[in-house]
Structure formats: structure tokens, C-alpha cells
């Protein structure tokens, strides 16, 4: 091993106690100084449990045999706490995913720097201090001073990750282990990150292992990539290799999977126009017009969205793009009657949704279907799938017989492609996706004219989603229910909705055809957030790095 | 099947079921294979050491077979414990699912009752009711379980706050399914670890509520009784060195109470999986 080798992982092995497979099967990996090497795989692959086996963080009842090597020659596996205290932090240090809970709510961010240098280093209070402010201006937090005395829960979700990068730089150390860092994130604030951790590598030599699911994510940082499956690695090489052209079949279904991202060739920062013209749906299925709508929060009323124009007509499919904060959830709400609008008119078939009260409002809502984000949280556990799915028929279709309404889930489980003796099984018997598709089946039960689906595959990994958004796009094709889609990710709305509507701090920014809005956008909000999305092709990616870069000049 | 197995892992618990078992069968089946008379006094046969013939456990001092006893007193206080806890597990429930859901006003409202009510200490209810009417079986059943739902009360509706914003109950509510739907379809259902957990623990404390009255001569008049009336007796011999009155049903509580402890035990370490893999 060269001196320039940071991270050297050799044959590692793990394995919880009670489990007979392994979680991780003989990975080797290693990371050189000023290096980037993704670690790629979906949710169960091990790319997790191999970072924490570098971190010297797995739980008491795993155990590993294999070499961990970190800064050159201190060796991780079998190593007790006092020597590893000595090593993480100022050899090896962890970004970590969630921001929020990294970072200890009761602790100025100034101090929480400070710890980290005091624990490696017998500088006094004061310089430790004096060092995390300066830690903090070069993660690029703005104000530095100010903000070292402020706590975690002040600072938006991207300045708190910064703050985390800055612990991890606190000592220096030879190697940075970074686990699904911009997850939490929006695109937006995920390629400002993204741009922070290329540039900390390049001016500090500093070895990077980034652990992550996006392709995306690979293609901009990565120099080298390992793509883990069942706990192996499968593949391995410069990432521009593994991305272009695949030599394992794993990897290639994997890029297969991911949704196409509409080309960057919307000029850069050429914001012009008029808006793209459409046409409005006649006869929709719902209609939103000047609509504004608020929380409670404390007995205060809180405005969440303001002036919101849609329309959706029957079979349409339309997408609802946003960042975190942007209202898409609200409006989701709005339309599935609960929130109601404080002003505006919100018309459900023709109806007003917001007039109506009691047993009214609810009948009419028979013919609204709905799916969420979370395949754990929206099905009831103590309820099977065929009790699940039947819930709208026991609702509304109370005279239905027993035959009938078996029948009926047979049939829905047919088409969300699952099968039949799965009516009888609990959700904790199914995956994730298995899960989302009996959501979608309970939302179709009724063949409801419009199904709004809130973030439906961003839980699941991009094989799974690919699934997910397969069915759903055959019964759409099929029922030809109105869908609003609401949704983070630009490339499933690309693949899937016919209409998109952009949406950011509440209101609506741009609304016209998919092909339109994310060809050629006229706002450069739109823009912006397609500039950030990374794309899986490192070539495409450079230029769309190019184009943001062009449009923050602005 | 996986929670007959998750449960048998729980060493305790199941030691805790045997025992709840046996002291069932004790109390139901024991007096047909040992019938004794619990009713008229044999003064002639008072006061006999445990292992005389026919009493292996001794007699009294009115000459009720101690065995015998054990058995009819033990009726009283297994019937009262297991029906007041089930009382006050279902009003709790109810009560505090409602409150939980319906949130707001109405759950402030019904909250500082229980608050109101978990002030007023239950035994001294209990001890003034007695003082006033002679207390059967079912009035102690009814007095026992309407004081004691507010602690399962206030349990299931913190349990009620968190599953009331899970996607499925929303999902209830847009798909148009009324409150009544949602409390007795999706709520209470959810909250049932907690509720089965603690009414194990109700069972408990009420069969101890039964013993404190019983003890302090405001429960059963003689000839009925029950554990706690016949601790109660034994303690006046008790410098006579007639330790077989008061050991038998001391030792019956103890055993009772604590096996029940174990089996809410259990019953947690089961939910708790479930809560985590589901």
C-alpha cells in the first residue's frame, strides 16, 4: 500500500448476531488522498454497514473479520474504544445523513465545532472557538461569528449540513467518510453541497468515501465508484467507466431504471420568453382558482400557499414539482378536502368541495383517490391488505357483499400486479414497493376520476420506483383517472406526466406542458432546479454544472 | 404463531401465565374436587394446625377449612380484579382515544377530568362508598373499574396523538370515512399493545384495591370473602402463632399480582417487536 492509500478496506466481512448470512461479503475498497470513491447500492446492499465498519461504529452484536486500514497504518477492526477514540474524528471523521439529528439541539453550533477540535487537540476554550469560526466560513456559512452562536434548530437544513462537514474537518483528518449526505436535501441545496465537498477535496487533499443511492450524485463528485449488491461489490472503476458503460448487468438495470432527466440544453441562463401556452382542461375534474390556504399553528394562522390557479382535467396527468416549503403537500391537501381553503374557489366535479360539509363533503369524495409517500405509514399494520384495500368499498359501498367485495380485491390486486393470496397477509409481510402498490390498489378501489398521488416512489429505490411507476402509469392508461403527481424528482414527472406545474414558497412559478416547462423553461427558478438535478451521465452532468454555474452568475 | 413465540422467549411471562392459569383453575374448578363448607361455623373444629386430618392448610377460628377458603375467597377476588380491569381498560380506552383524536377543546376538556380525577385517591372513594352501602361483588366491580380507567386513559391517548397523523388514518379521512370510522377502525386497533399491557397491570391493582377494602373490614360481610378479608382475620391470631391464616392468601396475592406484572411484561416485549419490524 502507497503512502498516498487514506482508506484501504481488505476483505471485510460482517455479520449480526442471529442473522446466518452475511451483511457484508469480502469488500475490498481503498480511497487515496484528494480522492472521491462512491459507494453505490440500494437500501440493503451494505454499503452502510461497510462505512460504519470503517468508522469502527457497528453495533456490539455485528462482528467483522477483514482489514481496515485508515490514514496509512492504523488498523480499525478489533481495535478497542480508547484506540479508536483516538482515530475517529482525527484520522477518520463522518458526515452524517440527517443534519438534524447529528447535530444536538441543546449546543451552540460554535461549541459543537469546538468539541470536536478540543477532542484531538489541547487547544483552550478559546481557540477551539476561535478555530470553529473559522471552520465555519470555510463551509461557506455566511456571518460566521454570529452564527457560531446560534443553535442547530436556526439554520436551514443545508447550513446545518455545512455545519456537520465542519465538525468532520475539525482535525484534519486523512479521510472522510460521507453516508448519503445530500439525501435529506432539495437539488438545490444538494449541488451547492455537492460543490462544497469538490471543493474542500481539491484545496485539502483530503480523501473522500461518499456513500449514496444517486447515480446522480456519483457522476458529479465521484473519481471512482464500487456498486454493491447483497453485500458485495459488483462492480468497480472511474466512475465515467461505470456509468457510460457497464460491465456488470446489475449496474446496467440499475441505470436503466433511473427515470431519463430532459436534456440541459435549455441554453443556460437564457431566461426569456413568454409563459408556454396550454390548454386550460375543459369540464375538469378539480379546479382551483385564486385559492389561499393556511395552518393553525399556536392559534395563529400561518398561509402556507397564496393564489394557486389548476385545473385538471379527466385523464389527465398532471405533475406538481417543488422543493421542501414550496406548498406542493398543501395543495395536495387542499384537494383531497383536508384543509380547507381560506379563500378562492376549489371546485371537486364540479362541486364546491369547500362548501360542502359532513356526510356531503365525504360522499364526494368517493371519486378521490389517494397514495402517499411512506410504504410503512400508510397502510394500517393490524389491518391485512384484502381489509385495506376493501376500506373504500366499506366505506361507501356499504350494501357490497363479502363475495363481491373479495371479488373486487382479486381483481385490484390483479391489476397492481400483485398476487391473489396476498389479500391475506399484513404490510409488514411486504417490501416496500409491494406496499406502495397496495396503497395504489386501496386509492383505485372506487375508480375514483382523480387520484392525487403525494410523493409515491421517493421512499422506494429507483428499481422499485421503476416497478411502482409502471403500474401506475398502465392503469392510468387503463382507468384514465385525472392524477395529480405531486413530486420532487424532475425526472419521473419528465417520464410520466403530460402537464407540470412548478411550484416554490407557496405559489405557482411556471405551469404548461411537460415538454415545454422542462425543455425550455422561462423562469429562471425552473431553471435553476433543473440545472441542480445531477444527472447519471458524467458528460450531461458537466454541462448542467456549467449551465447552474451560468445561472447563479445571474 | 410468531407471538406465542415471541411471548415464550419471556422466561417470566410465561412462569406468569402458569400461574395465572393454576390460580384460575384453583378458584374455579378447586372447590367441585374439594368441597367444604364456607358457610356455617364448626366451632369444634376451630383453630386446627395445618396437616390435621381433612384440613391440610388448618382451620380458622370460626372452623371454615383454610383450604377451602383459599378457594371461595379467591372467587371474589379473581372475579372483581379481572372484571374491574376490564372496565376500566375499555372506558379508558374509549375516553382516551377520543380525546386524542378529536384533539382541541374537547381534549382539554376531557383531560383535566382526568386529572381532576387521578387526584382523588381511589381507596378513599372506595372506603366512603362502604361506609355508606354494603358493598356486593358488582358494586365493587363497578366503583373499582370507574376509578381506576384514568391512567389507561391518559396512556391511549398519547398513543391516539401519534397514530392520528399516520398517512393510513389520513388516508381514512380522504377517502371519506367518518370520525366513528376512524376511531373504532384505525385508532383503538393501534393503540391495543398498550391497552392489552396495561390492563394486565389494571387486573393487578384492582385485586389489590379489593384486598386493601377487604383488609380494612369495608369489603364483603362474612361468610363471603376473599383474600384480602381473610389476611384480615388471620392477623388478629396472628401472636397466637397461627401463621397458616394469614400465609395462604398473602402468599395467593403476591403470587396473583406479580404474575400478572410478568405476563404485561411479556405481552410489551411482544408488541414492541411488532412495532419495530411493522
Not at chain 2, 391493582?205 to 373490614?217: H, R
Request: glycine share 10%; with cysteine; charged share 20%.
Amino acid at each position: 500500500m502507497t503512502s498516498q492509500t487514506v482508506l484501504r478496506i481488505d476483505d471485510l466481512r460482517v455479520r449480526f448476531a442471529g442473522r446466518d448470512d452475511f451483511a457484508v461479503r469480502g469488500v475490498n475498497l481503498d480511497v487515496s488522498k484528494g480522492e472521491v470513491v462512491a459507494l453505490v447500492g440500494e437500501s440493503g446492499s451494505g454499503k452502510s454497514v461497510t462505512s460504519f465498519a470503517a468508522m469502527g461504529l457497528l453495533p456490539r452484536t455485528a462482528t467483522a473479520t477483514g482489514s481496515i486500514r485508515v490514514g496509512g497504518e492504523h488498523e480499525v477492526i478489533g481495535q478497542p474504544d480508547g484506540v479508536l477514540d483516538g482515530l475517529r474524528g482525527r484520522v477518520v471523521s463522518m458526515i452524517f445523513q440527517e443534519p438534524m439529528t447529528a447535530l444536538n439541539p441543546t449546543m451552540t453550533l460554535g461549541a459543537q465545532i469546538a468539541e470536536a477540535v478540543r477532542n484531538h487537540t489541547d487547544s483552550s476554550k478559546h481557540e477551539a472557538l476561535e478555530r470553529a469560526v473559522e471552520l465555519m466560513s470555510l463551509v461557506g456559512i455566511p456571518d460566521a461569528q454570529r452564527r457560531a452562536g446560534q443553535f442547530p434548530h436556526e439554520l436551514s437544513g443545508g447550513q446545518r449540513q455545512r455545519v456537520v462537514i465542519a465538525i468532520a474537518l475539525a482535525c484534519e483528518p486523512d479521510v472522510i467518510i460521507a453516508d448519503e449526505p445530500t439525501t435529506a436535501l432539495d437539488v438545490t441545496v444538494q449541488a451547492e453541497i455537492l460543490d462544497l465537498l469538490r471543493r474542500l477535496v481539491r484545496e485539502r487533499g483530503t480523501g473522500l468515501m461518499i456513500i449514496t443511492h444517486n447515480m446522480g450524485v456519483v457522476s458529479d463528485l465521484a473519481d471512482r465508484v464500487f456498486v454493491m449488491r447483497r453485500g458485495q461489490v459488483v462492480e468497480s472503476g472511474p466512475a465515467e467507466h461505470v456509468l457510460t458503460d457497464p460491465s456488470h448487468e446489475y449496474t446496467r438495470t440499475l441505470l436503466a431504471a433511473i427515470p431519463a432527466l430532459p436534456p440541459a440544453a435549455f441554453g443556460g441562463a437564457e431566461a426569456a420568453g413568454a409563459p408556454h401556452a396550454f390548454d386550460a382542461p375543459k369540464d375538469p375534474v378539480i379546479l382551483l382558482r385564486g385559492v389561499n390556504a393556511g395552518y393553525r399553528v399556536n392559534g395563529r394562522h400561518v398561509p402556507a400557499v397564496h393564489d394557486i390557479d389548476l385545473a385538471i382535467g379527466a385523464g389527465e396527468f398532471v405533475g406538481l414539482v417543488g422543493e421542501s416549503g414550496s406548498g406542493k403537500s398543501t395543495v395536495s391537501r387542499l384537494a383531497l378536502g383536508l384543509l380547507p381553503a381560506s379563500s378562492g374557489e376549489l371546485m371537486l366535479l364540479g362541486q364546491p368541495l369547500n362548501q360542502l360539509k359532513g356526510r356531503r363533503a365525504r360522499r364526494l369524495l368517493r371519486e378521490v383517490g389517494v397514495v402517499f409517500q411512506d410504504p410503512g405509514g400508510s397502510l394500517d399494520p393490524r389491518k391485512t391488505a384484502g381489509e385495506s384495500i376493501a376500506e373504500p368499498l366499506a366505506i361507501h359501498a356499504r350494501g357490497t357483499s363479502r363475495a363481491a367485495r373479495r371479488a373486487r380485491v382479486a381483481e385490484l390486486l390483479d391489476a397492481v400486479r400483485l398476487p391473489r393470496d396476498a389479500a391475506g397477509r399484513y404490510p409488514h409481510e411486504f417490501s416496500g414497493g409491494q406496499r406502495q402498490r397496495i396503497g395504489l390498489a386501496r386509492a383505485l378501489a372506487l375508480t375514483p376520476r382523480l387520484l392525487v398521488a403525494d410523493e409515491p416512489t421517493s421512499a422506494l429505490d429507483v428499481s422499485v420506483q421503476a416497478e411502482v411507476l409502471e403500474v401506475l402509469r398502465s392503469l392510468h392508461a387503463d382507468l384514465g383517472f385525472g392524477c395529480l403527481f405531486v413530486s420532487h424528482d424532475l425526472g419521473v414527472v419528465n417520464e410520466l406526466t403530460e402537464r407540470v406545474v412548478v411550484m416554490r414558497r407557496g405559489a405557482i412559478v411556471e405551469q404548461g406542458r411537460t415538454s415545454d416547462v422542462l425543455r425550455a423553461p422561462r423562469e429562471l427558478y425552473t431553471q435553476e432546479l433543473l440545472a441542480s438535478v445531477p444527472s447519471p451521465d458524467p458528460i450531461a452532468q458537466r454541462a448542467r454544472r456549467a449551465a447552474r454555474a451560468g445561472l447563479l452568475e445571474k | 404463531m410468531s407471538f406465542m413465540k415471541r411471548f415464550s422467549q419471556n422466561r417470566l411471562a410465561v412462569i406468569g401465565l402458569a400461574i395465572l392459569v393454576i390460580a384460575v383453575l384453583f378458584v374455579a374448578i378447586g372447590p367441585l374436587v374439594y368441597p367444604t363448607d364456607q358457610v356455617r361455623t364448626v366451632l369444634e373444629s376451630a383453630d386446627l394446625r395445618p396437616g390435621v386430618e381433612g384440613h391440610p392448610l388448618g382451620t380458622d377460628s370460626l372452623g371454615y377449612d383454610v383450604l377451602g377458603r383459599l378457594m371461595v375467597g379467591g372467587r371474589t377476588s379473581l372475579l372483581v380484579g379481572i372484571l374491574a380491569g376490564i372496565l376500566a381498560t375499555v372506558i379508558g380506552t374509549l375516553w382516551g382515544a377520543i380525546a386524542g383524536y378529536v384533539g382541541g377543546i374537547v381534549d382539554a376538556v376531557m383531560m383535566r377530568i382526568v386529572d381532576a380525577g387521578i387526584a382523588i385517591p381511589a381507596i378513599f372513594l372506595l372506603l366512603v362508598l362502604s361506609s355508606i352501602v354494603q358493598p356486593s361483588e358488582w358494586i365493587m366491580i363497578l366503583v373499582i373499574g370507574f376509578v381506576s380507567w384514568l391512567v389507561p386513559a391518559r396512556l391511549v391517548r398519547a398513543e391516539s396523538l401519534s397514530v392520528k397523523t399516520r398517512d393510513y388514518v389520513v388516508a381514512a379521512r380522504a377517502m371519506g370515512g367518518s370520525h366513528t370510522r376512524i376511531v373504532v377502525q384505525h385508532i383503538v386497533p393501534n393503540t391495543i399493545g398498550t391497552v392489552v399491557v396495561n390492563a394486565t397491570f389494571q387486573v393487578a391493582d384492582a385485586i389489590l384495591l379489593v384486598a386493601y377494602v377487604s383488609f380494612l373490614g369495608m369489603g364483603l360481610q362474612p361468610p363471603a370473602t376473599d383474600w384480602g378479608a381473610m389476611l384480615s382475620d388471620g392477623l388478629g391470631l396472628v401472636y397466637q402463632n397461627a401463621w397458616w391464616l394469614i400465609l395462604p392468601p398473602g402468599v395467593a396475592i403476591v403470587l396473583v399480582v406479580c404474575a400478572l406484572n410478568f405476563v404485561g411484561d411479556g405481552l410489551r416485549d411482544v408488541f414492541d417487536v411488532k412495532g419495530k419490524t411493522a
